[in-house]
């Protein structure tokens, strides 16, 4: 009885397992309707459907508060990424880092974070003001204090995304025409892979500021999106051309269609803190100067006091 009912046990656990497995690898964007807009929803199930704390939002200054970090420093990001292939995930196109000393650090960031991988959306998840970008790039880390990414998946604070928005320009861009033109052989191939045909830097597909960004604590916009992500949407953006646009759309899924679009719909931002980062401000704690100052304009006042009263 007591080896049946192990049986049954190991049976529930491996259907549950291997369910979660194929929800995983199975579940898929809806498609736009003719005249362009997506009017059914994901239905991915688990925390995709239950969280509270979801991604992508939509990001707006009256939404947000004032915040001030530290300059975001990123380590080795200027070296091209090594071996690097792309590959067609059936969801997005993906370029994997396999060097542990391509970090970032700072911009508010509680610890280290190691780079795991690079993929795009078309067009992008985050909105700033309700306005949709052409393209987003996510430049995807885990905390270094994790032995992987799968780990730190469900532990708060555990990934770091940068969020890069690209807005539609008469100029191609060319890293993206080496993204491109690397994905041709492989964009009617799940999980094909290709090598790139020229070198890619990461720190090429960062804007030229860094200092002026969104940030709050959301999750992975794919399934089971779990709520582990720490976000920067930057909210200067790069350029890329209509026609690039199009490229990425010609990117077939598992069952043979076009992805014509691979961003989740927007979710509630909740209670969360939505904090807008701008320069400008000291991101040392500036207290101390602040009460030396509220010190002599007392002093000051006194003194008129005095001065007025001996007179
Ligand atoms: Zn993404």
């Known amino acids: 009885m007591l080896i049946m009912r192990n049986y049954i046990f190991c049976a529930i656990i491996l259907t549950v397992t291997l369910s979660t497995v194929l929800a995983d690898e199975h579940w898929h964007y809806p498609t736009p309707g003719s005249n362009g807009v997506i009017d059914e929803a994901e239905?991915?199930?688990?925390?995709?459907?239950?969280?509270?704390?979801?991604?992508?939002?939509?990001?707006?200054?009256?939404?947000?508060?004032?915040?001030?970090?530290?300059?975001?420093?990123?380590?080795?990001?200027?070296?091209?990424?090594?071996?690097?292939?792309?590959?067609?995930?059936?969801?997005?196109?993906?370029?994997?880092?396999?060097?542990?000393?391509?970090?970032?650090?700072?911009?508010?960031?509680?610890?280290?974070?190691?780079?795991?991988?690079?993929?795009?959306?078309?067009?992008?998840?985050?909105?700033?003001?309700?306005?949709?970008?052409?393209?987003?790039?996510?430049?995807?880390?885990?905390?270094?204090?994790?032995?992987?990414?799968?780990?730190?998946?469900?532990?708060?604070?555990?990934?770091?995304?940068?969020?890069?928005?690209?807005?539609?320009?008469?100029?191609?861009?060319?890293?993206?025409?080496?993204?491109?033109?690397s994905a041709e052989p492989i964009k009617g191939n799940v999980s094909g892979q290709a090598p790139l045909v020229e070198?890619?830097?990461?720190?090429?597909?960062?804007?030229?500021?860094t200092t002026t960004y969104f940030r709050y604590d959301g999750s992975l916009t794919t399934p089971g999106c779990g709520e582990a992500v720490i976000w920067t949407v930057f909210t200067h953006s790069l350029p890329i051309s209509l026609d690039q646009v199009e490229r990425f759309k010609t990117i077939k899924t598992e069952d043979g269609h076009e992805l014509l679009v691979n961003f989740r719909s927007l979710q509630p931002l909740n209670a969360r803190a939505l904090v807008y980062v701008t320069p400008g401000e000291d991101p040392v704690d500036n207290s101390a100067i602040k009460s030396s100052a509220i010190s002599f304009t007392i002093l000051m006042i006194v003194s008129a006091i005095f001065q007025h009263f001996l007179l």
Not at 199 to 209: A, E, G, Q, T, W
């Open 43 to 181: 239905h991915w199930g688990g925390k995709c459907d239950t969280g509270k704390r979801q991604s992508p939002v939509d990001l707006t200054y009256e939404a947000s508060v004032k915040g001030a970090y530290a300059p975001f420093s990123f380590r080795n990001y200027v070296n091209p990424i090594r071996k690097a292939k792309i590959t067609n995930t059936g969801h997005s196109i993906q370029i994997n880092n396999n060097d542990n000393n391509v970090l970032i650090v700072g911009g508010g960031l509680p610890g280290t974070y190691v780079l795991d991988q690079l993929h795009f959306h078309w067009g992008s998840e985050h909105t700033i003001q309700a306005i949709r970008y052409g393209l987003e790039l996510h430049i995807v880390h885990h905390d270094t204090r994790f032995a992987n990414i799968q780990e730190a998946s469900n532990i708060h604070n555990g990934i770091a995304v940068l969020g890069i928005l690209f807005h539609v320009s008469a100029h191609p861009n060319p890293d993206l025409e080496i993204i491109l033109n």
């Open 199 to 209: 070198k890619v830097s990461p720190y090429r597909l960062l804007p030229n500021d």
